[in-house]
């Protein structure tokens, strides 16, 4: 996606544009899943004036505006992507944190109905796999610990 189209989304937003926010969303479509801080200090190397904090307000800015999506795998460290609208989920890898896309399981919103629905009103349902990724199935299966037909799929 190149920079031009990045201020049309912007604009389409309703948002300013400008360079932060614009370094921001080409260094989120690079390197996907990435971590504030990363971003941040990504950022700053680009721009050198902008300030951590600024970062920081622009990456909330753009997830508010629906233009970037928070992952928080486990909980504690949020990992940026841009959004898609593609309902994918993901599996982190358990060995080596990696955190992989995973196209969603029935291609639309919620893929995850409860039994029992009565009286609520769902949206989406978030769904992390937990497992390995192909570089650590691969070198799990060189050492012999899982077998070809073994599935480490999990839903929480
Ligand atoms: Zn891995
Ligand atoms: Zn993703």
């Known amino acids: 996606m190149t920079s031009v189209q990045f201020d049309e989304r912007l604009r389409a937003a309703g948002l300013r544009v400008t ?21 941040a200090s990504a950022v700053r190397e ?8 600024a970062v920081y307000d622009v990456v ?19 990992r940026y992507e841009l959004e898609r609208w593609d ?17 969603c399981a029935v291609d639309h919103v919620p893929c995850l109905m409860p039994p029992d629905s009565t009286g ?9 796999y937990h497992g390995l990724c192909p570089d650590c199935t691969l070198a799990a299966r ?12 999990e839903l929480r």
């Open 19 to 39: 360079a932060p926010r614009l370094t921001a969303l080409a260094v989120i479509g690079e390197q996907q899943h990435i971590d504030v801080e990363t971003l």
């Open 60 to 78: 909330h800015v753009l997830t508010d505006a629906g233009l970037v999506r928070r992952v928080s795998p486990d909980g504690r460290g949020a």
């Open 120 to 128: 609520l009103t769902i949206d989406t349902a978030e769904v992390i």
């Open 46 to 53: 680009r721009l050198g004036t902008v300030s951590k904090q």
């Open 142 to 153: 060189d050492r012999n610990e899982i077998s070809d037909s073994e599935s480490t799929k």
């Open 87 to 103: 309902n994918h989920h993901h599996l982190l890898c358990s060995q080596c944190g990696e955190l992989i896309d995973v196209p």
